[in-house]
C-alpha cells in the first residue's frame, strides 16, 4: 500500500515541510527534487504521520506511533531532530488508533511553540468515535531539541460533537492566527474552531455545507485547504460508489464560516474493475486551479488482495 502524509499550514514557508518521513526512511524536497532518506533511526515507533522543519529545511521533530498492529493500543511519541525521544512523550495516552494524518501548526505570537493536531479512538471499528486532540511542543526547551509540555488536550468531546476522521487547518487572513475545521458524523454539519494567542477557542463556528458525512459506511476520508486559504476539499469514500463524492467548499478565513462550492461522485479505476477507490490524499495545486487525489483500490485475484 502506497501512502503519503502531508503536514499542511498554509503560513509555512517551503523549508518547513520540505521533509517527509515514515517509517526508517524518508524524502526531502530541500534541493527542490525529492530524494530518498535511507537508514532513519525510530526508536520506540513504526510509523511517522508528520514531520516538522525550521525555515532552512531541518528537521525540527517527528510525531510517530508505536505498536501499529491491527486492533492493537498505539502511544503516541515526538522524536527530536536526533530520532531521539523527546522528553514529555509520555503524555501520549494508549488509545486504539491514531489516524492517518497529524498536523503541525506554529503558535501564534510565539516562534519557539507548535501546535500538533491528532485524532484518536478508544475503540477498532468502521463506526468508531474519534476525537480530535491537541499537543505542544516548546522548542526553547532541552537545549533547543524540544520538549512535550502537553499532550491529549481534546478538542469536541461530547457525543453530540462525534467526530470523522478528516479536519484542515486554514490560517486567518492577515494575522498568525489559524482555523481547525472538523467535521461531525452522520450529518452535513462542519466545524471551525479559531485557533490565536490565547489558544484553542471552545467556542465553534457551526456550517451546514455538502452532503452528510456518515460513520458507518465513510472510513477513508480526507479534507484538504487551498493554498490561498480560500477553498476546503473533502472526500467521502463508502462501501457503495454513490456514496464516493469529493466536495470543494468556501471558506471565509475572517469568520470561519463554510458554504456550498461543487460536489461530484468519485467511481473506481475503469481498468481494475468497479470497486470502489479508497482515497488517502487530496491536495491543491499551487494556483489553487486543480484539486488532486491520491487513491489506492482493491482487487481479488484468486482470494489474494492487491493495491495499487
Not at 491514531?98 to 506554529?106: D, F, K
Not at 537545549?143 to 491529549?152: P, R
Amino acid at each position: 500500500m502506497l501512502l503519503f502524509i502531508f503536514v499542511v499550514q498554509p503560513s509555512f514557508a517551503q523549508k518547513e515541510i520540505s521533509n517527509f518521513h515514515y517509517s526508517n526512511t524518508g524524502i526531502t524536497y530541500n534541493s527542490g527534487n525529492p530524494q530518498t532518506i535511507p537508514g532513519i533511526p525510530t526508536p520506540n515507533s513504526e510509523w511517522s504521520i508528520a514531520t516538522i522543519s525550521d525555515s532552512i529545511g531541518n528537521v525540527l521533530f517527528d510525531f510517530s506511533y508505536t505498536n501499529p498492529t491491527v486492533g492493537s493500543f498505539r502511544n503516541g511519541v515526538i522524536l527530536d531532530k536526533n530520532y531521539q525521544v523527546m522528553p514529555g512523550s509520555n503524555l501520549f495516552g494508549p488509545h486504539y488508533g491514531y489516524g492517518s494524518t497529524a498536523l503541525v501548526a506554529p503558535v501564534p505570537s510565539n516562534n519557539s511553540k507548535y501546535y500538533l493536531f491528532y485524532q484518536v479512538s478508544q475503540t477498532f471499528s468502521s463506526s468508531a468515535r474519534w476525537v480530535l486532540k491537541y499537543a505542544v511542543i516548546d522548542m526553547s526547551l532541552n537545549g533547543g531539541l524540544g520538549n512535550v509540555i502537553s499532550a491529549d488536550n481534546p478538542i469536541d468531546t461530547t457525543n453530540a460533537d462525534q467526530l470523522l476522521t478528516p479536519f484542515t487547518l486554514v490560517q486567518q487572513r492577515g494575522s498568525d492566527n489559524f482555523w481547525v475545521v472538523t467535521c461531525k458524523a452522520n450529518s452535513d454539519t462542519l466545524y471551525s474552531r479559531l485557533v490565536n494567542s490565547a489558544g484553542v477557542n471552545n467556542n465553534k463556528v457551526i456550517s451546514k455545507a455538502g452532503t452528510v458525512w456518515f460513520t458507518n459506511v465513510s472510513n477513508y476520508v480526507n479534507l484538504a485547504t487551498s493554498h490561498d486559504g480560500s477553498m476546503i476539499a473533502g472526500a467521502r469514500i463508502g462501501n457503495l460508489i454513490p456514496q464516493n463524492i469529493c466536495q470543494v467548499f468556501y471558506f471565509n478565513s475572517q469568520t470561519g464560516k463554510i458554504t456550498d462550492k461543487v460536489s461530484t461522485k468519485i467511481y473506481g479505476n475503469p481498468y481494475l474493475g468497479t470497486t470502489p477507490s479508497t482515497l488517502n490524499v487530496l491536495e491543491f495545486s499551487p494556483d489553487n486551479r486543480l484539486l488532486y487525489r491520491l487513491y489506492s483500490v482493491y482487487k481479488n485475484f484468486n482470494g489474494r488482495c492487491a493495491n495499487t
